[in-house]
Nanobody, 127 residues
Framework: HVQLVESGGGSVQAGGSLRLSCVAS?????????MGWFRRAPEYEREVVAI????????YLADNVKGRFTISQDGAKNTVYLQMNSLKPEDTAIYYC???????????????????WGQGTQVTVSV
C-alpha cells in the first residue's frame, strides 16, 4: 500500500518561493509512475498543477504556473518536488500529491485517474 507524505507548505508573501516535497513510501511502482501535484482553493474544484512520469520523458505544467513552478524528482529518495517561485495570492490552496502506476509513460491530468493521495499541505500567499 503506497503512502504519500507531503511537506514544505507554509505562508509567504506574494513574490516569494516555497518548495513542496512528496515522499512515496512502500513504493511498489517499480521504477516508474505518474506522480505530481493537484491543488484545491476554497470554493474551487481541485485542479492539476504539475505531473511528471518518474521514468522520464513526460512532464506537464498547468498554464497558470508555467514559468513560475517546476516539478522535479529524486528517484533514489522516491520523492517528487514542486518548486514554486513568484507566488501569487491566487496560488493559495491546499496542495495534494498524487501517484499512480497504471499509465506507463503518461501524465494523466484528471484527478480521478489517481488512486494514491497525500494528506495535503496548505500554501498561503499574502499580498
Amino acid at each position: 500500500h503506497v503512502q504519500l507524505v507531503e511537506s514544505g507548505g507554509g505562508s509567504v508573501q506574494a513574490g516569494g518561493s516555497l518548495r513542496l516535497s512528496c515522499v512515496a513510501s512502500e513504493y511498489h511502482f517499480g521504477n516508474s509512475c505518474s506522480m505530481g501535484w493537484f491543488r484545491r482553493a476554497p470554493e474551487y474544484e481541485r485542479e492539476v498543477v504539475a505531473i511528471t512520469y518518474t521514468g522520464g520523458g513526460s512532464t506537464y505544467l498547468a498554464d497558470n504556473v508555467k514559468g513560475r513552478f517546476t516539478i522535479s524528482q529524486d528517484g533514489a529518495k522516491n520523492t517528487v518536488y514542486l518548486q514554486m517561485n513568484s507566488l501569487k495570492p491566487e496560488d493559495t490552496a491546499i496542495y495534494y500529491c498524487a501517484a499512480e502506476g497504471l499509465f506507463r509513460g503518461a501524465t494523466p491530468l484528471a484527478a480521478d485517474k489517481y488512486n494514491y493521495w497525500g494528506q495535503g499541505t496548505q500554501v498561503t500567499v499574502s499580498v
